[in-house]
């Protein structure tokens, strides 16, 4: 009689060895996974090549130091600290490399198929999971000798991951392509966000009006600039939710609000839940 799963677990393994089980795959498994995987990284102020490199490879580029500008077939993509950008294979691009504190981690590999990947062109930001993930690939990759098939299962798992949080991120975080100016303001709002930031204030600080600033930011974005305000600080009050021990009113503050109820009701009507169930669920 089996006591516990410990026991079930026993006899599980005295089944004997199955061979050449799966016929149509070494592994079992006819999706198309990551091959040809290689790693690589780039850091400080390095020669930039006028015609940009062209190669049939998948390249999954994590920017980790500062600030990067991305040329990609004539468009011009700002690449902010810790985000993660695809580029596809045969896509004429170039890193202008511009400062010696730039960082860079590659990976490139080639898959059969786009059904795994996430969408190319569209950045999201590194977070601890998918760090940990991209760690443990690391690690693999640097085992003597690594196993290719982990390696394939580690990338898929990554890339998946990439492709969830593509899905999850609100459309008022995402800057298109070309939008060279409201990257700027963007940047400059993520490095200010526990200060007021009224519309006043950045549009001094671009030398424009705020109507400028108003129209300019939404004709590239086709988002306010009020929302996407709102919506970095909500963001990074989600985050210091589950990752500090602050209170709630220290992360208001530390988000911009001078008012804990106006925070409290901000974070209801994105998240469907307070601030305190956010954590608990979290945590």
């Not at 490199?53 to 004539?74: K, V």
């Not at 966000?193 to 300019?216: G, T, Y």
């Not at 919506?231 to 989600?238: C, G, I, P, T």
Request: hydrophobic share 40%.
């Amino acid at each position: 009689m089996l006591k516990n799963t410990s026991d079930f677990i026993e006899l599980i393994k005295t089944l004997p060895a199955v061979k050449d089980f799966f016929t149509e795959s070494p592994h079992g498994y006819n999706i198309p996974l990551p091959e040809n995987i290689l790693l690589f990284y780039r850091g400080g102020v390095y020669p930039v090549y006028r015609g940009g490199a062209i190669h049939h490879l998948y390249l999954l580029n994590f920017n980790l130091g500062a600030p990067c500008e991305l040329n990609l077939d004539r468009q011009s993509f700002i690449l902010p600290t810790n985000s993660i950008f695809l580029v596809r294979p045969y896509e004429s691009h170039f890193f202008a490399h511009t400062r010696p504190d730039i960082f860079r981690f590659m990976i490139s590999f080639y898959c059969r198929s786009e059904e795994i990947l996430p969408e190319a062109h569209l950045p999201v930001m590194l977070n601890d999971e998918l760090m940990a993930v991209a760690g443990n690939l690391i690690k693999e990759y640097t085992r003597q000798p690594s196993d290719m098939w982990n390696l394939s299962l580690l990338l898929s798992l990554l890339l998946n991951k990439i492709k969830l949080q593509q899905l999850n991120t609100p459309s008022d975080l995402v800057l298109p392509p070309g939008a060279s100016f409201s990257h700027k303001v963007a940047q400059y709002i993520t490095r200010n966000l526990d200060r007021d930031l009224s519309l006043l204030e950045l549009a001094k600080e671009f030398h424009i009006s705020v109507s400028q600033l108003r129209r300019k930011f939404f004709a590239e974005t086709e988002v306010s600039i009020g929302k996407h305000i709102q919506a970095r600080r909500l963001y990074k009050a989600a985050a210091l939710l589950c990752k500090t021990e602050h209170s709630i009113s220290e992360i208001a503050e530390l988000c911009g609000y001078t008012s804990i109820q106006a925070f409290s009701r901000a974070f209801r009507n994105r998240f469907h839940q307070t601030p305190q169930s956010y954590r608990k669920e979290r945590t």
